[in-house]
């Protein structure tokens, strides 16, 4: 089970499990070798990076997350724009201050491997780290994988949580969506009732309400950056921001044309999705290749329909977080391991549902629109071109937050029991994430990857 604040933390792009996942894991790896009392005798550092990481590594700037990441940074509390001091200053140097306490040589292009064909059993993003000590020595070596959304764990670690039944200390414990309706018609309480009170058994905020305003404050300021960013993305291919032409134009007309809430909605989400694949501060939601999603459904309904206040918010996220553990538990949201669908699909399956739960909708009309937004994603590939989360990620968001919007307000009109549950949804897309060839699940070696090579 996971708490909201698991499902949505604050982290910056343009990946949660190629950047913020490696920057948590460099970060835990130091930690390891205070305890261990090791530091001291650290001369050099590697890492290796297998799998997704490796492949599309360097466009996802997983090299300068584990730079951060063995400096003492974190992803929730590192500021953006001291990311290209921080890596000039170590290049130039060629040295690294281990844990914000002890220097040590670094050269990254030596100290940091990107394994192009090389994989580990564990999980489609891995990485190894070791610490050696005079001659060579290993002194600690680590392997991590980084399981989507920034979720990390060592490999020791891995067999454990795949093996875990929920905890039943919690006071509504579910793992099916079936067994969560059953919880809140046994109890009467809503979904975001139910999920408020299991948050105390995660103690991570005293006032959820507040907390999930918070979270909303910070998407909202995502997607205002990026309404005022100029120039190009970085990495390479020259992409242009859209966002801030897009906002003028939309900011002089008049509301003529019936559709033009959508092209607001394609705004929000194309400003959210442009600032993180800029590298700056988004909110994992689930993932960062996905974070334009729900703050573009959000601004949506505080633009159109009602301003977002602490019940709103809390309501949104924690009927969010329900659904994202259900795919979290039973599935995956890793792109590297189940494609796109896992990203965007479940991102907008989230919005959907949650979106729902805002509008009033009952425990039916919520499941059928979280059904409702995975199953058009279904198979739904992860191609991006050049390892960047650019093309096709940024379009996807917003082609993600329409489809959201369209399967909440399908599942509010419905008059009919839906045939197809959500757990079969879940359990369909996990199948069908296993049955994708590995070269449509973030290696950028099939797709739009190798047929749009120049742009």
Not at 68 to 81: A, C, I, S, V
Not at 188 to 217: G, M, P, R
Not at 277 to 303: D, E, H, M, Q, S
Not at 312 to 324: C, G, M
Request: glycine share 8%.
């Amino acid at each position: 089970m996971f708490s909201i604040f698991d499902i949505f933390s604050v982290g910056i792009g343009p990946s949660s499990s190629h950047t913020v996942g490696p920057m948590r894991a460099a970060k835990r790896f130091t930690e390891s070798l205070v305890q261990k009392q090791l530091l001291n005798q650290v001369v050099t550092i590697e890492c290796e990076l297998f799998g997704s990481l490796g492949s599309t590594g360097v466009g996802h700037g997983t090299g300068t997350a584990v730079i951060l990441g063995l400096m003492g940074q974190l992803p929730e509390t590192f500021d953006p724009d001291n990311t290209e001091p921080f890596i000039q200053q170590v290049e130039q140097e060629q040295q690294l201050r281990l844990a914000d306490t002890h220097d040590i040589a670094f050269l990254p292009s030596k100290a940091i491997t990107y394994h192009q064909h090389k994989t580990l059993p564990g999980h489609a993003n891995a990485m190894q780290i070791k610490a050696k000590a005079q001659d060579d020595v290993v002194l600690l070596s680590e392997i991590y994988y980084s399981i989507g959304g920034g979720f990390i764990l060592r490999d020791d670690e891995l067999n454990q949580v795949q093996s875990q039944q929920p905890d039943q200390s919690l006071p509504y414990a579910f793992h099916s969506f079936e067994q969560l309706k059953h919880q809140c018609q046994q109890h009467q309480l809503n979904i975001s009732e139910l999920i408020t009170k299991n948050e105390a058994y995660f103690a991570k905020e005293e006032n959820v309400a507040h907390a999930c305003h918070d979270i909303w404050q910070v998407m909202r300021k995502s997607v205002e950056r990026g309404l005022k960013a100029q120039g190009e993305l970085p990495g390479g291919l020259n992409i242009k921001r859209r966002a801030p032409a897009l906002h003028l134009k939309l900011s002089l007309n008049q509301m003529s044309d019936p559709l033009d809430v959508m092209d607001w909605v394609n705004l929000f989400a194309l400003a959210a999705s442009e600032e993180n694949a800029a590298g700056g501060r988004v909110v994992t939601a689930p993932t960062n290749g996905a974070a334009g999603v729900i703050p573009a459904v959000l601004c949506y309904f505080n633009k159109f329909i009602s301003p977002i206040d602490e019940e709103k918010a809390q309501t949104f996220f924690a009927t969010a977080a329900a659904i994202a553990s259900l795919y979290k538990r039973n599935a995956s949201i890793s792109g590297a391991e189940v494609g796109c669908q896992g990203e965007v699909g479940v991102a907008c399956s989230m919005a959907a549902g949650a979106l729902t739960a805002m509008m009033g909708g009952n425990l039916a009309q919520i499941e059928n629109a979280a059904e409702i937004g995975m199953e058009h994603h279904l198979g739904m590939t992860c191609d991006p071109v050049g390892g960047l989360v650019q093309i096709p990620c940024i379009e996807r968001n917003a082609m993600g937050a329409i489809k959201a919007i369209n399967a909440s307000r399908m599942a509010l009109k419905a008059d009919y029991e839906p045939k197809v549950s959500l757990d079969k949804v879940i359990q369909t897309m996990m199948e069908t994430g296993k049955d994708m060839q590995n070269k449509y699940k973030e290696t950028s070696k099939g797709g739009l990857a190798i047929y749009i090579t120049q742009c």
